[in-house]
């Protein structure tokens, strides 16, 4: 079965500080990976998105990059974090899409809870 | 633009039916999505519609109108560890999407505390 894993899974920061946060998928090949972050009070927002290693896509302009150095790895960075990056980020895969036929549906990791002081 | 509305707060007492709704408008739809999120965890699946009618699977049901721009959510026989978020997300457009993903775009969701 396929399983979806983010660490760490919480971590306070201070302003100006680097992020990594590591998301690994098992199970499943070439699958589509994203980052949403959720702030308080507000809705999941759609951060970057991967459809293959190397290719990332994001609609969003932030302080924030992605990278998917493996198929079934996604990593979301920062040099220098803002007190606006709080917030708790999620990673999810999908397989196939659209074309395969398949519903889309996301299935989620556990989230890492991220707090910038 | 892409505009995903749900009420914030709805309140219920258990043995009851609830009924969620969403309204959005979006440039493109390939589906409608509805995910329950329990507080500090992560979302889980509950249900799709792509198709307008009615989808049931156990308590849950969801209801989709293209033509309105309309989905509900609608629990029966509400149980205590139904108190959630409830979030309504449609399928973006295939432009967004370089054609091949499938980037789900959230509505901010509807918190739900069923009571004794």
């Known amino acids: 079965s396929q399983t979806i894993h983010q660490w760490p899974a919480t971590l306070v920061q201070p302003v100006g500080s680097p992020l990594s946060l590591e998301c690994t998928v098992e199970?499943?090949?070439?699958?589509?990976l994203y980052w949403y972050r959720q702030a308080a009070g507000r809705g999941l927002q759609l951060l970057f998105y991967?459809?293959?290693?190397?290719?990332i896509s994001s609609e969003v302009p932030q302080n924030l990059s992605a990278s998917r150095p493996q198929d079934r790895q996604f990593i979301l960075s920062s040099k220098k974090l803002l007190l606006s990056d709080s917030g708790f980020y999620l990673c999810?895969?999908?397989?196939?899409?659209?074309?395969?036929?398949?519903?889309?549906?996301?299935?989620f990791g556990e989230g890492s809870r991220l707090t910038v002081l | 633009g892409q505009n995903i509305d749900q009420p914030t707060e709805m309140t219920a007492t258990e043995g009851a039916i609830v009924q969620i709704n969403c309204t959005y408008q979006?440039?493109?739809?390939?589906?409608l999505f509805w995910y329950q999120q329990h507080a500090g965890e992560a979302p889980t699946f509950l249900s799709y519609?792509?198709?307008?009618g009615l989808e049931e699977k156990g308590r849950f049901s969801s209801f989709l109108s293209r033509s309105k721009g309309y989905s509900y959510l609608l629990l029966k026989e509400l149980q205590m560890k139904d108190s959630a978020s409830y979030l309504c997300?449609?399928?973006?457009?295939?432009?967004?999407?370089?054609?091949?993903?499938?980037?789900?775009?959230f509505g901010k969701g509807t918190t739900l505390s069923v009571s004794s």
């Open positions: 999810a895969w999908t397989t196939g899409g659209i074309l395969a036929g398949g519903t889309g549906e996301l299935f």
């Open positions: 199970g499943t090949s070439n699958p589509n």
């Open positions: 991967s459809v293959g290693i190397g290719q």
């Open positions: 979006t440039s493109g739809f390939n589906g």
């Open positions: 519609n792509v198709l307008d």
């Open positions: 997300a449609v399928r973006g457009p295939l432009s967004f999407e370089n054609q091949a993903g499938t980037a789900l775009i």
